[in-house]
């Protein structure tokens, strides 16, 4: 079947435009994350979502973050007012219940580049 | 808190060489473990799992074998391709209130010379 897909694969944008990043999980999945790819700082947790709701939110960088998730399936990772720093590639990944022995599937990424 | 320590890289190997890429972990609690394997120009794809103490995870020829008294998780490969260039990511999910997320390692680029 398919796997997780993202888009746009690529984004440049301005300092202090708003993003939104799509994410499509593999059908059936209630579980949904998103992470950050960036040279500096490795591979790092931003936002996890059971269903719709979110009950990790810890690794939001800052309030300019925020994400949802609709009907159990697409994502929307939003930076408001982007900063240079915020340059990276967004990774979505998906997993079946989010269970501890659960794989995670990610998505090819977007990425962003902040001028 | 969690944490995965990998060997630091890059690591160069001949063609048919013998691989280990060291990795340790913190965690509390009986985490799962990953190894998850990035080839140029790819996305992040799942290698291999273990997810108690003595499991072997096993895939492609690679192996690991989840260590609970080292708290280790050491990738190894008894004869490297060129094909298997790449960056390997250990990580952890540690359950519990850590959810779903996965705590990575720096990650070690491989490189396999004909």
């Known amino acids: 079947g398919a796997g997780v897909s993202q888009s746009p694969s690529n984004k440049v944008t301005e300092k202090g435009k708003d993003v939104e990043l799509r994410c499509d999980p593999i059908?059936?999945?209630?579980?949904l994350y998103w992470y950050r790819q960036s040279l500096g700082q490795g591979l790092e947790f931003l936002i996890y979502?059971?269903?719709?709701?979110?009950?990790?939110k810890s690794g939001l960088p800052s309030d300019r973050f925020s994400a949802e998730r609709t009907g159990g399936s697409v994502s929307t990772l939003t930076i408001q007012r982007t900063q240079q720093e915020d340059s990276a590639v967004y990774l979505c990944?998906?997993?079946?219940?989010?269970?501890?022995?659960?794989?995670?599937?990610f998505g090819p990424g977007t990425r962003l580049t902040v001028l | 808190g969690n944490s995965v320590t990998q060997m630091e890289g890059p690591v160069t190997l001949s063609e048919e060489a013998f691989l280990t890429i060291n990795c340790t972990y913190t965690?509390?609690?009986?985490?799962?473990l990953f190894w998850y394997v990035q080839y140029p120009g790819e996305g992040l794809q799942l290698l291999l799992k273990?997810?108690?103490?003595?499991d072997k995870g096993s895939n492609k020829g690679f192996e690991a074998t989840y260590r609970k008294e080292t708290t280790s998780f050491h990738l190894e490969k008894g004869s490297v391709q060129v094909s298997d260039s790449a960056v390997y990511f250990c990580a952890l999910h540690a359950g519990g209130t850590s959810y779903g997320k996965l705590t990575f390692g720096q990650g070690t680029i491989l490189t396999v010379h004909p």
């Open positions: 979502f059971q269903g719709n709701s979110a009950p990790d």
């Open positions: 965690a509390t609690g009986y985490p799962s």
């Open positions: 990944a998906s997993s079946l219940e989010g269970l501890r022995t659960d794989t995670q599937y």
């Open positions: 059908s059936g999945h209630t579980a």
């Open positions: 273990a997810t108690k103490a003595d």
